[in-house]
């Protein structure tokens, strides 16, 4: 009988070719897959004329991406295994019960997963929009199956598990309102007041940088309130997603200014001191008595 060494048996050198021929297949798949999907991003970005659409191609691409890296690392893992005389039949069924069991003991996570693709395949949200979830307002900075990653005003980062989002306000979404509320004071006349605030939106319109973001003219909705000390007018500026900020703060500037050259008071909160008066109408002299420090 001929002696044969395990190594022989098993017939390395042609299972070690197949092996290395899967991993550089797979590893060309991953980068092909990466230039087509690149391909498609700036394809898809040509007629693209707003930064909201490009926003969202870049998020479909970072998605497409993830799943068909998944996909092929798991294929090929499979595909390992089956060279290498591993029969796959009995790890899928085990798989199987063993994902049943995980499951249910990481429920919340596969809630997460399962969320993450809805809003992904729905369009709720995108990278570098500006949304408030959870009580958390800030830039979307990061976006994956599991959890949205915010960056607020102050830099800090959320991260939020998409299965904890049941309420997603998005900030960013085709157009915005510099929503925009000031007081006068109660003895100015409000026509006028609605000329001079639509004199200082037209010159906001007319800034090089502040007038490309605005894109109606100024809507004065009229008197809000009856403050203490002033009368409260509301208006809004239909302006580009993400830019009302921006704007508001550039129209609260140069109304200020206008205000001031056409002599209109923004009041502050005044206290009358009032003494009473007798039942003839006269009212008593008022007396401050400054007590001396001893």
């Known amino acids: 009988?001929?002696?044969?060494?395990?190594?022989?048996?098993?017939?390395?050198?042609?299972?070690?070719?197949?092996?290395?021929?899967?991993?550089?297949?797979?590893?060309?798949?991953?980068?092909?897959?990466?230039?087509?999907i690149r391909v498609f991003s700036d394809y898809a970005r040509q007629g693209i004329e707003s930064a909201e659409e490009g926003r969202r191609v870049e998020t479909l691409a970072r998605m497409l991406r993830y799943i068909f890296n998944v996909v092929i690392l798991v294929v090929a893992a499979v595909w390992l295994l089956s060279e290498l005389g591993v029969s796959v039949t009995p790890i899928l069924g085990a798989a199987g019960v063993v994902g049943i069991a995980v499951g249910f003991a990481a429920k919340t996570l596969i809630q997460d997963y399962f969320t993450g693709i809805f809003l992904l395949l729905e369009n709720q949200i995108r990278q570098g929009d500006a949304v408030e979830i959870s009580g958390k307002i800030g830039v979307v900075e990061d976006i994956t199956l599991r959890y949205v990653a915010l960056r607020d005003i102050e830099g800090n980062v959320h991260y939020i598990p998409n299965g904890q989002i049941t309420i997603l306000t998005n900030k960013s979404r085709g157009y915005a309102y510099a929503?925009?509320?000031?007081?006068?004071a109660y003895?100015?006349?409000?026509?006028?007041?609605?000329?001079?605030?639509?004199?200082?939106?037209?010159?906001?319109?007319?800034?090089?940088?502040?007038?490309?973001?605005?894109?109606?003219?100024?809507?004065?909705?009229g008197v809000q309130d009856w403050g203490d000390s002033a009368?409260?007018?509301?208006?809004?500026?239909k302006t580009v997603a993400m830019e009302q900020w921006d704007v508001r703060r550039n129209f609260l500037s140069i109304l200020k200014k206008t205000f001031d050259a056409h002599g209109i008071e923004i009041p502050y909160p005044h206290l009358t001191l009032y003494a009473g008066q007798d039942k003839q109408g006269k009212a008593p002299a008022l007396r401050i008595v400054q007590q001396r420090e001893e």
């Not at 395990?6 to 060309?28: K, N």
């Not at 929503?179 to 006068?184: C, K, R, S």
Request: aromatic share 6%; charged share 30%.
């Open 1 to 36: 009988m001929e002696n044969t060494s395990f190594i022989d048996h098993l017939h390395v050198p042609a299972e070690m070719l197949r092996v290395i021929l899967t991993l550089l297949v797979a590893w060309a798949l991953i980068i092909v897959s990466r230039k087509l």
């Open 179 to 184: 929503l925009i509320e000031f007081g006068v």
């Open 231 to 237: 009368v409260v007018i509301r208006c809004r500026f």
């Open 187 to 221: 003895r100015e006349d409000l026509d006028e007041v609605y000329e001079v605030t639509r004199m200082a939106a037209a010159a906001l319109r007319k800034d090089p940088k502040v007038g490309p973001k605005i894109m109606e003219d100024l809507d004065i909705q």
